[in-house]
């Protein structure tokens, strides 16, 4: 919104945004509207903290290390970036987002990889609020945390990539709650076993260990690579009418 | 080369499988370890193998669909995928009667083939209520190509993962699955895949042929009974063979 | 792993290959109930396509 008087260049006739442009508007405005409701990430982390006390009476622990603890943490995680999928692409339906997004000159790839980094972002906040929480309730040290998140930004990675391409499936069909955590859950056990496999070794109890931690984040890499190709090749058709 | 017909699939599938098992009992030797428990081996891995390349024979129709447009890749995707969901549940099944014999329990967690090949067929099970949920048959077709293309590429990617997690402490339960095999083993084990293929190459034609019929069907009774309120081909799930292709032999 | 006594262990090998030639005919037999439908249908078409022609000949000649 220019005030009046001021001189501001109009696009020529013609003009064409490049979709990474595209990408951060749409990502600045999903982001605006999510600190201006908080609607996801609150719930998501208020899910995660209760989890945690479920499980600390769900396995009568008051500590937890090495397996046990990446289990849970992952766990957790996994289950509260479902919350987050599921809600990504609801408005874009109600409000005819896919239209607007067929109808600009613009690649749909900016629409699901704006998607994709915001649900990226809203995990990260989750994680920086969930993480050490989960330190607090059942770590003894606080070592393992740092290179922990090196693991969650890889498995973020990975979440976004199926959870965009399962949430615009599930958007336009019936009972879209149900789907979500259906279709994507067996789709993230690969996420699951590299993650945790990582993680034990950084979360063992007599400190962090770099034993093998290499192979899972190169598996992480190659899910997270696979399945952007496979959105990146399947975008159009999601996005058609 | 032509392509053979429904008929000379069954057939071929029918003699290759017999002799494959008839290599089975009487002509393939006894494992030194498992002695004869070792030969549900014949069974549940050819049914595993054949069950994975059709999930990813689906993905790759998946992608003819999207591509072309036409929706008889769309019926074959789903007929490959529905016909290796139905042997995936055999290769469960045998998976879990070959544990109970070797451990005493009808589940373990030891065995990376079984256990990726639960998760893929987690899954894949998915796929119908996906389909189900969708009303717009376009567009529940184009989702699920997009969701067979996903599935096909985790297919590999499961059973790297799945066989990584697994430590090497543990023994594999089924060793004879990958250790080198003796000829004898081999040969009867090649037979006894090369039927398997056939044969669900045979059920998934035959089931294409049955839709064909149900759709002809369709059209034969609305050219004769006029435009009464007929369902469009296919149940709300499954699709039926579209009009304009010919039908499947 | 045990090498179980031959009966035994054939019990087991024996139920897998059961439980193949169940999924196996438990398809066919599902076909086969597609089939009669299908038949059946086709009868009845049969039925009114004939019916229609009979009467178009009866008008024709009677006409």
Not at chain 1, 48 to 65: H, M, P
Request: proline share 5%.
């Amino acid at each position: 919104m220019t005030p009046p008087g001021n001189e501001t260049e109009t696009a020529p006739a013609g003009y064409r945004p490049s979709t990474l442009s595209a990408l951060a508007a749409i990502l600045a405005k999903d982001l605006r509207v999510e600190l201006r409701t908080l609607q996801s990430v609150p719930a998501m982390a208020l899910f995660a903290i209760t989890t945690f006390v479920l499980f600390r009476y769900g396995l009568d622990r008051e500590s937890l290390s090495g397996g046990l603890a990446a289990g849970v943490l992952l766990a957790t995680v996994l289950f509260a970036a479902i919350l987050a999928v599921n809600r990504l692409f609801v408005a874009e339906r109600d409000e005819g987002g896919f239209d607007a997004i067929r109808l600009a000159p613009v690649d749909g790839s900016a629409l699901l990889g704006a998607k994709a980094a915001a649900l990226v972002i809203y995990l990260l906040v989750l994680e920086a609020i969930a993480v050490p929480a989960f330190a607090l309730f059942f770590m003894d040290s606080w070592a393992g945390v740092p290179p922990l998140f090196g693991v969650l930004v890889l498995a973020d990675l990975g979440l976004a990539a199926t959870g965009v391409l399962i949430s615009s499936i599930a958007a336009n069909s019936r009972a879209r709650d149900l789907l979500v955590p259906l279709v994507l859950l067996p789709l993230l056990v690969p996420v699951m076993i590299a993650a945790a496999g990582a993680s034990r070794e950084l979360l063992a109890a007599g400190g962090p260990s770099y034993d093998g931690v290499a192979k899972w984040l190169a598996v992480l890499a190659f899910y997270d690579m696979t399945f952007a190709a496979v959105g990146f090749a399947v975008y159009d058709y999601l996005l058609e009418d | 080369m032509k392509v053979p017909s429904l008929r000379d699939t069954a057939i071929a599938a029918t003699l290759l499988l017999c002799a494959g098992f008839a290599l089975v009992f009487f002509y393939a030797p006894l494992d030194v370890d498992q002695g004869f428990i070792q030969k549900i081996f014949y069974l549940h891995v050819p049914l595993a193998i054949c069950s994975l390349a059709g999930f990813i024979v689906g993905g790759i129709f998946g992608i003819a669909h999207l591509r072309t447009g036409k929706a008889i890749h769309d019926v074959r995707s789903y007929v490959s995928i529905h016909l290796s969901v139905i042997f995936g549940v055999g290769v469960l099944i045998t998976g879990s009667i070959w544990a109970h014999a070797s451990w005493g329990k009808w589940w373990v967690w030891d065995e990376p083939t079984l256990v990726s090949f639960l998760i893929v067929f987690l899954l894949y099970a998915t796929y119908y209520p996906l389909r189900y949920a969708i009303e717009d048959r376009d567009r529940q077709a184009r989702y699920a190509s997009v969701f067979a293309i996903t599935a096909g590429a985790f297919v590999p990617l499961n059973f790297i993962a799945v066989r990584m997690a697994e430590s090497l402490v543990h023994p594999r339960v089924f060793a004879t699955a990958n250790g080198g095999l003796p000829g004898s083993m081999l040969l009867t084990f090649i037979v006894c895949l090369a039927g398997m293929a056939l044969l669900w190459v045979a059920l998934v034609r035959f089931e294409l042929a049955a839709k064909s019929a149900s759709a002809s069907l369709s059209r034969l009774r609305r050219a004769i009974e006029g435009e009464t309120q007929v369902p469009a081909s296919g149940s709300r799930i499954a699709p039926g063979v579209p009009s304009s292709a010919t039908s499947a032999s | 792993m045990p090498a179980l006594p031959l009966d035994e262990a054939g019990k087991y090998v024996a139920a897998a290959y059961v439980v193949f030639l169940a999924l196996i005919l438990t398809y066919v037999a599902i076909m086969a109930a597609k089939l009669a439908r299908i038949d059946r249908e086709l009868h009845e078409l049969a039925d009114v396509a004939e019916g229609r022609a009979g009467r178009d000949g009866e008008e024709r000649a009677g006409g």
